[in-house]
């Protein structure tokens, strides 16, 4: 298995609240991956990045942010977190100089009350 | 906007049957297109890639196929077992996109003993 950590594995918090969940690889993979996962709508890119400081928004970035600030950890926040954003979060990594696929993590479950 | 469909959303088959999962794309534009395995509670594991150019591939009992025409590929799994049972998932890299994937909702089969 490829070393993807996610953390936390389960979060339960309340609306309005800042929450950050963290992505680490010992893969020293170049591009880092946010996907969510909901019923009904599989899995959609948030955010990604292809380099340390250097992220671009995927298909459902409004309310997320993310920082790159090392190559082996990719943060996710929620600045203000909503009932929306209850999910379930996944961090992959790839290096397309190396492999085609996308290695993933074992998932972050939130619930916002 | 690429979308990709995948038919049935569920399937129950009994042990040992050969069985087919669909997945169609509705851009040929595609660089290539992978199908991943999830179990319930984990991450996805890359099961098989086809590049653009590539009309199958296979691994033990999983043979993959890929029509970029006609925006279709299939999952042939043979001899179907119990441990089989998961979801699966197929995603589409674009030729214009970098590295980033969009995927379909998944087939959740179940392999009855």
């Known amino acids: 298995d490829a070393g993807i950590t996610q953390s936390p594995r389960h979060k339960v918090t309340e609306t309005g609240t800042p929450v950050t969940l963290r992505c680490h690889q010992t893969?020293?993979?170049?591009?880092m991956y946010w996907y969510r996962q909901d019923p009904g709508h599989g899995l959609r890119l948030i955010h990604y990045s292809y380099g340390v400081k250097d992220t671009d928004k995927g298909e459902v970035s409004d309310g997320y942010s993310v920082s790159r600030s090392k190559t082996e950890d990719f943060l996710l926040t929620l600045e203000s977190a909503t009932s929306s954003q209850t999910s379930v979060y996944f961090c992959?990594?790839?290096?397309?100089?190396?492999?085609?696929?996308?290695?993933f993590g074992p998932g972050t479950r939130l619930l916002v009350l | 906007k690429q979308e990709v469909t995948q038919i049935p959303a569920a399937l129950s088959v009994p042990e040992g049957e050969n069985l087919v999962l669909n997945c169609s794309f509705t851009d040929s534009a595609i660089y290539n297109l992978q199908w991943f395995r999830q179990d319930p509670g984990k991450g996805l594991t890359s099961l098989l890639l086809?590049?653009?150019?590539?009309r199958e591939q296979t691994s033990g009992r999983l043979n993959a196929s890929l029509d970029k025409s006609s925006g279709r590929s299939t999952l042939y799994i043979a001899a179907s077992q119990p441990g089989d049972s998961a979801t699966y998932l197929c995603a589409v890299r674009q030729e214009t996109s970098g590295s980033r994937l969009t995927f379909g909702e998944g087939t959740q089969l179940t392999v009855n003993p």
């Open positions: 893969e020293n993979h170049r591009y």
């Open positions: 992959a990594i790839s290096d397309p100089r190396r492999v085609e696929t996308q290695y």
């Open positions: 086809i590049q653009s150019s590539q």
